[in-house]
């Protein structure tokens, strides 16, 4: 290869002699005419051709600007919204009418014979680096910032010490977690809703082989907003009717459920997802982000994807007036895991 | 400045010229040369599109408003009159249906987004496979991964801002994921969120950094990287006149203004056809975000589907020691996945330069067969990424193929970890295979579909010699040989003190050079022409019994290579 090349280190460098190795460099190949650069009416013609683009170009942005103003903002065309469509149509083409025009005018009519440019070093020259670390130290001796180690010492703690302020500027982002993902709305004889509707739900209300979904009632007593938006992302649940002979519960769990209606935490212990496909036949819901299978008839076990907790089951029971009600809170935190969740 | 110059030109140029040395600027710059290749587009691309994403974005913070306050929507948008949303989705409705050109400008900034994150991908390959990051270029290539990472985040932080049920969604994951974190996960979600999620803090935070900061900050990388390009000067391939000293092409005045400008317009024009053509991110068919609700098919953009891909094929592995829990399951593939790939695209130019111990400057390309390892371990990389991919997708697969999306998920937790390893080892050989026939062409010429009978009765096919150029091309390239560390011991017997590294150096070095071709030598080449066609082209079943006194005149009529 090239002289200004040189290799470092102790070890030698594998043999590359590169190119013109074995066979040399026959040199750059000889300009080839193009039919534009022979024949003057091909010129012409490729002329015609760019200056054509550009003039369509124009009428496109002026074909834009009626768009803008004519076509009516709800109007629809074969489908599409028409405004869209024929904003975006008439600007697209102008703008590629414009970059085509250009480059045919490069490659048609520009002159094409290529241009050699010598490459040099990045490196800088060894006078150079000498000037510099000249230049450098000689700033450092007259800064006296070799000698003065007091002054050194204190100006790099005080800038240290400086980098505490805007971390500390960041504490008021948001308050401490303490165990707020420990505990939702939840509470003993909290009512059971219909999500949407907000209408109280009896067990008759829900057939065998029905998912419901459900919210508290006081989610309802919540002003609108953000604490009824993160009480809601925490205390959603479904609500499944099954036949009570296909209930595997757990022992400390016989209880939980009424005439075989479960009620589970709606979030999903991966990332927090809804989970919201339920297959009636298995007793399966499926979260619909990262696929997670819960058993619902076997106290919200994972039988498939990548979370690892059950789904949480909330206890629940009837009221004295017949509606569903929980029994007490989760009696786990909901949702995906943290540190400290134990 | 020139006589010649009407007035009304040369006077403001003089104007600059007195105060900021223009004349000196415009002589050393304006006729910088820069070589032709369709490949060279593809980094054009991605700063292009980055223009337009500034460009329609600009527009885009005229009308939306970052704010998750919940009003009741009355726009023009029928279907979710009465409906309560943020102000934030509402804002991005009104761009949508009411503001003229809005729905365009939205559909123009997402496919740009999605071509620049694209663009930037495939720009990266093609220096990955070609060699550019060699020295003096390993600053470029950091600034490039950083780039790319940055574009990575700053597309999340977009499709996040409508504050639409998707868009929730994906933040509702990201929660989940920073919560992951050991130790400070809570803390970290709850700083970032301003409590529990969603909050009503995360879009106006998201806002400043996706409008500002990231922009800013890929901005002034930008403009780093193509400084650097500017002081390098661009690599070009091998080919006859280029060499590792020169640069060949065209100038940046004229052609390279009428071609470069003309194709951001180019790319402009296309992301507008597809703005006006193909829809994406219908957000009003989505709908608002509801912590309860979730769309079936839920999908990130396509640059997250891999970190998604590995989120989904993770088994389900999570510890509990002393009171604390560690989500296995979240953290590796959604941290460390996005970890691994800064980790390592950052290093690799480092660990080739070590295993090669080359510090030469290095301005001509590599043909990727002509480095078999890297090119394997960019094909392996390639694999590892695109069955992630094939994962974040594995609920559409199998809905679409009528598979089981269990089978799905476990075929991909297998083939996670093979499929890379027989990618690396089936993309070595088509490099070997490919070097062989360089080689091959270079001694013998290329077949001409002739086949001749000689006069004895024997068939020969007759081989055409390469044009100079070509043959030149070929062999352009570096040996590469593996590296001798000879015996490594002193007049005493002594071992030298850093024996060990070498020695750990010499078997990488043969790992990665042992099973290389090398080109033909000078005297190889020369044997090959005088001796005619010889026998290790794989024609020796042709001659089979044939004696050597008819070689030499069977050599004048095939098998040459030029020289």
């Known amino acids: ?342 | 400045m020139s006589s010649a110059t009407p007035k009304a030109v040369s006077a403001p140029l003089e104007f600059l010229d007195e105060r900021v040395g223009l004349a000196k600027l415009v002589k050393s710059n304006l006729r910088k040369v820069f070589p032709d290749h369709w490949s060279f587009l593809l980094g054009e691309i991605a700063l292009y599109s980055f223009i337009v994403l500034l460009l329609s974005g600009t527009f885009l913070t005229l009308w939306f408003k970052p704010s998750m306050q919940e009003i009741v929507y009355n726009g023009a948008y029928g279907p979710m009159q009465g409906l309560h949303m943020s102000e934030a989705f509402a804002s991005t409705l009104d761009i949508s249906f009411s503001v003229r050109g809005g729905l365009l400008m939205r559909q123009i900034h997402h496919w740009a987004a999605m071509l620049f994150i694209g663009a930037m991908t495939i720009h990266m390959l093609r220096v990955f496979f070609t060699g550019a990051f060699r020295k003096p270029r390993e600053i470029n290539w950091l600034i490039g991964t950083i780039l790319l990472q940055l574009g990575l985040i700053e597309g999340f932080t977009g499709y996040s801002l409508p504050d639409d049920l998707l868009s929730g969604t994906g933040l509702r994951f990201v929660e989940g994921l920073i919560r992951s974190v050991p130790v400070v996960g809570t803390y970290v979600s709850f700083f970032l969120f301003g409590g529990e999620f969603p909050g009503d803090a995360i879009i106006p935070r998201l806002y400043p950094i996706h409008i500002l900061l990231l922009p800013g900050l890929i901005l002034a990388l930008v403009a780093a990287h193509i400084g650097l390009v500017v002081y390098h000067k661009h690599t070009q391939h091998t080919g006859s006149g280029r060499t590792n000293k020169n640069v060949v092409g065209y100038p940046l005045m004229p052609v390279y203004m009428a071609k470069a400008g003309g194709f951001f317009f180019i790319v402009f024009g296309v992301t507008a056809l597809m703005g006006a053509l193909f829809q994406l991110n219908p957000v009003w068919i989505y709908g608002p975000y509801n912590a309860a609700q979730v769309g079936a098919g839920t999908q990130p953009d396509w640059y997250m589907g891999w970190v998604e891909g590995g989120l989904r094929i993770m088994p389900n592995w999570e510890t509990h020691i002393a009171g604390f829990t560690i989500s296995w399951n979240i953290f590796i593939p959604g941290v460390g996945l996005l970890g691994l790939l800064a980790v390592v695209m950052s290093i690799y130019p480092f660990i080739e330069r070590w295993v090669t111990g080359d510090n030469r400057e290095h301005h001509l390309l590599d043909k990727p067969r002509n480095q078999p390892t890297r090119t394997g371990f960019g094909v392996a990389g390639m694999t590892f990424y695109g069955l992630l991919w094939i994962g974040g997708g594995n609920d559409i697969i199998a809905t679409t193929f009528h598979l089981a999306i269990n089978d799905i998920t476990w075929f991909l937790r297998i083939a996670i970890f093979i499929g890379p390893v027989i990618a690396f080892m089936i993309t070595k050989r088509i490099c070997i295979g490919l070097q062989r026939r360089d080689r091959d062409k270079l001694l013998h010429g290329t077949e001409s579909g002739i086949v001749m009978r000689l006069p004895h009765g024997e068939f020969i096919e007759v081989h055409k010699p390469l044009p100079m150029e070509q043959a030149y091309e070929l062999a352009a390239h570096d040996r590469q040989e593996p590296l001798d560390i000879g015996a490594g011991v002193d007049h005493n017997g002594v071992e030298a003190p850093n024996r060990r590294i070498l020695r750990l150096r010499a078997r990488v070095s043969r790992f990665w050079f042992g099973d290389a071709v090398q080109k033909p030598t000078a005297g190889e080449l020369e044997a090959a022409h005088t001796h005619g066609h010889g026998h290790d082209d794989g024609h020796g079943e042709l001659e089979a019994g044939e004696s050597e006194a008819h070689r030499p005149e069977v050599g004048a009529g095939s098998g040459k290579t030029p020289t």
């Open chain 1, 1 to 342: 290869m090239s002289s200004d090349l040189s290799s470092h280190g102790e070890v030698a460098i594998p043999d590359a002699s590169g190119a013109g190795d074995p066979i040399p460099d026959p040199g750059l190949p000889p300009h080839e005419p193009r039919l534009t650069d022979v024949d003057e009416q091909a010129a012409k013609r490729a002329e015609r051709q760019v200056a054509t683009l550009f003039g369509l170009a124009a009428l496109l942005i002026i074909a834009f600007v009626v768009a803008y103003l004519v076509v009516p903002r709800h109007a629809a065309f074969l489908g599409f919204g028409a405004s869209n469509l024929a904003l975006g149509s008439t600007l697209g083409l102008a703008l590629l009418f414009i970059g085509v025009g250009a480059v045919q005018w490069a490659r048609r009519l520009m002159d094409d014979h290529e241009i050699v440019e010598e490459r040099h070093s990045s490196s800088s020259s060894e006078q150079d680096r000498a000037e510099a670390i000249a230049v450098v130290r000689q700033g450092a001796d007259e800064s006296g910032i070799g000698r003065r180690t007091l002054i050194r010492r204190t100006l790099i703690g005080a800038v240290a010490t400086l980098g505490i302020a805007p971390i500390i500027l960041l504490a008021d982002l948001g308050p401490l977690p303490g165990n707020k993902s420990a505990h939702t709305i939840w509470r003993r004889g909290t009512r059971i809703a219909n999500d949407v509707t907000f209408k109280l739900l009896r067990p008759e209300d829900l057939e065998l082989g029905q998912l419901v979904n459900a919210v508290p009632l006081t989610l309802e007593d919540l002003p609108e907003g953000k604490e009824r938006n993160n009480a809601r992302a925490k205390a959603s649940v479904i609500l499944v009717r099954m036949e009570e002979n296909q209930i595997r519960a757990l022992p400390n769990r016989k209880n939980w459920g009424v005439g075989g209606i479960l009620c589970y935490s709606k979030v999903c212990t991966h990332v927090g997802c809804p989970v919201n496909l339920y297959e009636r036949v298995t007793r399966h819901v499926l979260c619909p982000c990262h696929q997670s299978t819960f058993d619902l008839a076997d106290n919200g076990r994972v039988v498939f994807g990548p979370a690892a907790r059950s789904l949480p089951q909330l206890p629940i029971m009837v009221d004295a007036d017949g509606y569903l009600v929980a029994q007490s809170d989760f009696t786990e935190p909901v949702g995906p895991s943290y540190w400290e969740r134990g």
